[in-house]
């Protein structure tokens, strides 16, 4: 039993047969979102092994996006056609959950509507995250071996010198709190790079060990601005280790 007037049963159904043809005339026209072809298809090759991984990356989000559009239109059809099936056995208009009538105005908002807003099926989102997410946190989790007391070239090291020709960040998006130019965006961009002392980087010997020299470079000038140093180091370019 309904409580729609034919009026309304009628503009209900003509709205339910319209956008069941338009999805089919779409699914017609776009060859249902290519599902039928493959990722090697759109190509045109016969194996993507020599794509570069960014174009491959990108057929693969089009084709997921194009699989996730197509899922909601057969679900929107299929709501539509049970709709349809219900006007001819004379049904339609009354929850099938409760077989309570459905108001007007849910039926105008929703022609494809089956249930009352009391049994209406919730779309309730899912608190589950891809395992990838899982397999790779924390960042660098697997390859770095700082936490492992180890001075020895990490991933995290890799990454460092791959950020160091430069990325999309800004200095205001750096994990550094005080950075103000792009030299030291990248993640620990102040640490030592082939030494752990500074003394280590600009003092160095012959193949005896007992001829030092003294390489004045970055380090060296950071090394004595800081007053760590022996001053004399300033005016003698080499001495002997006694």
Request: overall charge negative; hydrophobic content about 30%.
């Amino acid at each position: 039993m309904t409580s729609l007037t034919n009026a309304q049963y009628s503009s209900l159904r003509s709205r339910l047969e319209d956008e069941q043809a338009d999805i089919l005339s779409r699914l017609e026209q776009n060859d249902h979102y290519g599902k039928s072809d493959s990722m090697r298809d759109e190509s045109g090759e016969l194996s993507p092994i020599d794509n570069h991984p960014g174009d491959m990356a990108s057929e693969l989000y089009e084709r997921e996006k194009d699989i996730a559009l197509l899922e909601q239109e057969e679900l929107h059809l299929s709501r539509i056609e049970a709709a349809l099936d219900a006007m001819d056995k004379g049904n339609y208009g009354t929850c099938v959950a409760c077989g309570t009538i459905i108001p007007f105005e849910r039926l105008e908002a929703a022609p494809d509507s089956l249930y009352c807003i009391d049994h209406a099926p919730r779309n309730n989102i899912s608190d589950n995250r891809p395992i990838e997410e899982v397999f790779l946190q924390p960042p660098f989790g697997r390859t770095s071996m700082d936490e492992r007391k180890s001075n020895g070239f990490d991933g995290e090291d890799a990454w460092q010198i791959v950020e160091s020709w430069g990325n999309s960040d800004s200095p205001a998006m750096s994990e550094n709190r005080d950075v103000a130019d792009y030299d030291h965006v990248g993640i620990e961009a102040e640490e030592n790079d082939g030494f752990v002392e500074p003394i280590e980087s600009f003092l160095a010997t012959d193949i005896t060990g007992r001829h030092v020299s003294v390489v004045r470079n970055r380090q060296y000038d950071r090394y004595m601005h800081a007053n760590e140093g022996d001053a004399e180091l300033q005016f003698d370019d080499r001495f002997e280790d006694d």
